[in-house]
Nanobody
Framework: QVQLVESGGGLVQAGGSLRLSCAAS????????MGWFRQAPGKERESVAT????????RYADSVKDRFTISRDYTKNTVYLQMNSLQPEDTAVYYC????????????????WGQGTQVTVSS
């Protein structure tokens, strides 16, 4: 079992930036892919970005490509999501998740989840 704790959410104006952090503990050796997801009110949870824990290969949703950057610090068991040029449509609860599957992308691929952190972008 992997435990995940997110931090760094908040309120920001459109065009601003935020950095989310996700600290992992427990059976971290079993993690293969780490991901960030978001869920806005009345919408399904959607994939935002993923990173392979060992190789650091990344993947992004088209809606955040060139604005968001996912990274990881292997020594700190922490994954980050740097969010730039934020827009009101980025408003959502952001979740960190861990998967043991090699080609994880969809939320159903991920077994361990954090509690979520709210990101609100005002216009």
């Amino acid at each position: 079992q992997v435990q995940l704790v997110e931090s760094g959410g908040g309120l920001v104006q459109a065009g601003g930036s935020l950095r989310l952090s996700c600290a992992a503990s427990g059976r971290t050796f079993s993690m293969y892919v780490m991901g960030w997801f978001r869920q806005a009110p009345g919408k399904e949870r959607e994939s935002v970005a993923t990173i392979s824990w060992r190789s650091a290969v990344t993947r992004y949703a088209d809606s955040v490509k060139d604005r968001f950057t996912i990274s990881r610090d292997y020594t700190k068991n922490t994954v980050y999501l740097q969010m730039n040029s934020l827009q009101p449509e980025d408003t959502a609860v952001y979740y960190c998740a861990a998967s043991q599957l090699r080609s994880s992308w969809s939320a159903t691929d991920f077994r361990s989840w954090g509690q979520g952190t709210q990101v609100t972008v005002s216009s």
